[in-house]
């Protein structure tokens, strides 16, 4: 009996300690993914722009297709807005209803936060 106490208590404290080290990792880490594929999308954004003069369109889906979003049920994953002067953000949204994982170009880099431009 005593024995089982100890096991399930070490057992509690592992998961414990295994989620607090989780949670204060780096968005680098936990992220990655998701980091990664928004920075090839961000190198496709950047170069149409160089191109064109200005942002892609929000509902131009072929032109979003081709700079590698990817459209899902509600929109494309990340979220891509963009506001008059210029800049955009791509936003990785949940159902948990944020903050969330965020670029915005005038920051040029990535955190956990709230969109900065609205829909």
């Given at each position: 009996?005593?024995?089982?106490?100890?096991?399930?208590?070490?057992?509690?404290?592992?998961?414990?300690?295994?989620?607090t080290?989780?949670?204060n990792?780096?968005?680098?880490?936990t992220r990655?993914?998701?980091?990664?594929?928004g920075?090839?999308?961000?190198?496709?954004i950047?170069?149409?722009?160089?191109?064109?003069?200005?942002?892609?369109?929000?509902?131009?889906?072929e032109?979003?297709?081709?700079?590698?979003f990817?459209?899902?049920?509600l929109g494309?994953?990340?979220d891509?807005r963009k506001n008059g002067?210029?800049?955009?953000?791509?936003?990785y949204?949940d159902d948990?209803g944020?903050p969330?994982?965020?670029?915005?170009?005038n920051e040029?880099?990535?955190?956990?936060?709230?969109?900065k431009?609205?829909?």
């Open positions: 009996m005593k024995k089982a106490a100890i096991v399930i208590i070490s057992i509690l404290l592992v998961i414990i300690v295994s989620l080290i989780y949670w990792l780096p968005i680098d880490i990655r993914a998701d980091i990664q594929y920075n090839s999308l961000i190198q496709n950047e170069i149409y722009k160089k191109t064109n003069h200005y942002l892609p369109e929000i509902n131009d889906w032109t979003l297709n081709k700079l590698g990817k459209k899902e049920d494309a994953q990340p891509y002067n210029g800049s955009y953000e791509l936003i949204l948990l944020g969330y994982l965020i670029w915005n170009s040029k880099k990535w955190s956990i936060d709230f969109p431009i609205q829909k």
